[in-house]
């Protein structure tokens, strides 16, 4: 077993966001880390050209003792199974700890061990409150107030007394120590499987999150987001119409994600493409030549003003 690893969970619909990523996980790896691919049964020969000495491809049905076949909460069975997935990866012994990466998700610089390690045995936790997604009007119209019930139970359910929520969305490393004492300490109790717990609030990350600062069964070294995640086109937009690039945001993220939720309709978009080319999916025609032409009436008037 191996001190840390990375985790993919995909399907056959992202393999094209996961060749992405693997590419990008190849290119940056600079110190040999594991990833590890978990797909369905039936992807599993489509994923296998993504196989590499650092890449491996597992089927989920490794992991069929926990996973459902109806909906959860309301969640279709293959989202809820997603996260059933990370919660139970670490009861296959591959890694006393991994990093849970998305399929959308594109390294952007060299990353290794320490990036995401306090020490050999002790990952970092990103644990965050999240106030600039808060005062966001559109996040917080569309998201923040439902999820933010969720969380409120998750919180309530574990027993952590704290008026601040702190998790996080995704992408953070997972401790087979703390989830082991997740299934045995707290789960077991109640005869709960990690779906019951889920069919209460399906967010993974807070489950473990809770858990964590409840138990504190392994020293808690907190840190911001590692992965810079645009949860919708307005936040991507503004980047791109600020000048900021990939290089500006390797200085503070490994990783970054132009979330598929919104954006798949648009294509795989580059995210080190430059700026008429980043703004090109967001535009129709119509705006296009509203564009061009309000250009040249501006470089109009500046040229012949007077």
Same mark, same amino acid.
């Given at each position: 077993?191996?001190?840390?690893?990375?985790?993919?969970?995909?399907?056959?619909?992202?393999?094209?966001?996961?060749?992405?990523?693997?590419?990008?996980?190849?290119?940056?790896?600079?110190?040999?880390?594991?990833?590890?691919?978990?797909?369905?049964?039936?992807?599993?020969? @489509?994923?296998?050209?993504? =196989?590499?000495?650092?890449?491996?491809?597992?089927?989920? +049905?490794?992991?069929?003792?926990?996973?459902?076949?109806?909906?959860?909460?309301g969640m279709r069975p293959g989202y809820i199974n997603q996260e059933i997935v990370k919660l139970s990866f670490w009861e296959l012994g591959l890694a006393d700890n991994y990093f849970?990466?998305?399929?959308?998700?594109?390294?952007?610089?060299?990353?290794?061990?320490?990036?995401?390690?306090?020490?050999?045995?002790?990952?970092?936790?990103?644990?965050? &409150?999240?106030? &600039?997604?808060?005062? &966001?009007?559109?996040?917080?119209?569309?998201?923040?107030?439902?999820?933010? @019930?969720?969380?409120?139970? *998750?919180?309530?359910? *574990?027993?952590l007394e704290d008026p601040i929520i702190r998790t996080c969305h995704g992408h953070t490393v997972f401790s087979a120590t703390v989830l082991r004492s997740f299934r045995d300490d707290?789960?077991?109790?109640?005869?709960?499987?990690? +779906?019951?717990?889920?069919?209460?609030?399906?967010?993974?990350?807070?489950?473990?999150?809770?858990?964590?600062?409840?138990?504190?069964?392994?020293?808690?070294?907190a840190r911001e987001p590692l992965v810079k995640v645009f949860h919708h086109e307005g936040q991507h937009l503004e980047y791109i119409l600020r000048g900021i690039t990939v290089d500006?945001?390797?200085?503070?993220?490994?990783?970054?994600?132009?979330?598929?939720?919104?954006?798949?309709?648009?294509?795989?978009?580059?995210?080190?493409?430059?700026?008429?080319?980043?703004?090109?999916?967001?535009?129709?025609?119509? &705006?296009?030549?509203?564009?061009?032409?309000?250009? =040249?009436?501006?470089?109009?008037?500046?040229?012949?003003?007077?």
């Amino acid at each position: 077993m191996g001190s840390l690893a990375m985790l993919l969970k995909s399907y056959g619909a992202d393999f094209e966001y996961a060749a992405r990523l693997v590419e990008s996980f190849n290119r940056f790896n600079v110190d040999g880390l594991p990833l590890y691919v978990v797909v369905p049964p039936g992807d599993v020969e @489509q994923f296998g050209n993504l =196989a590499s000495a650092n890449v491996t491809v597992l089927s989920e +049905a490794a992991l069929d003792a926990h996973l459902v076949t109806q909906p959860i909460g309301g969640m279709r069975p293959g989202y809820i199974n997603q996260e059933i997935v990370k919660l139970s990866f670490w009861e296959l012994g591959l890694a006393d700890n991994y990093f849970c990466v998305d399929s959308d998700a594109v390294f952007i610089r060299p990353f290794g061990r320490s990036d995401f390690m306090r020490d050999e045995h002790t990952p970092y936790s990103v644990l965050v &409150e999240d106030n &600039e997604l808060k005062v &966001e009007p559109r996040y917080y119209r569309e998201h923040w107030q439902g999820r933010e @019930q969720s969380l409120r139970r *998750i919180q309530s359910i *574990i027993g952590l007394e704290d008026p601040i929520i702190r998790t996080c969305h995704g992408h953070t490393v997972f401790s087979a120590t703390v989830l082991r004492s997740f299934r045995d300490d707290f789960l077991a109790p109640r005869g709960w499987d990690y +779906a019951d717990a889920l069919n209460e609030a399906p967010y993974e990350f807070t489950w473990y999150n809770m858990w964590l600062q409840h138990s504190r069964v392994i020293p808690i070294h907190a840190r911001e987001p590692l992965v810079k995640v645009f949860h919708h086109e307005g936040q991507h937009l503004e980047y791109i119409l600020r000048g900021i690039t990939v290089d500006d945001i390797a200085r503070g993220y490994v990783a970054l994600v132009i979330n598929s939720n919104y954006s798949r309709d648009l294509g795989l978009i580059r995210p080190d493409a430059p700026k008429p080319e980043a703004l090109a999916p967001y535009l129709s025609y119509g &705006e296009v030549g509203q564009l061009i032409s309000a250009k =040249a009436k501006d470089t109009f008037r500046r040229r012949f003003r007077g």
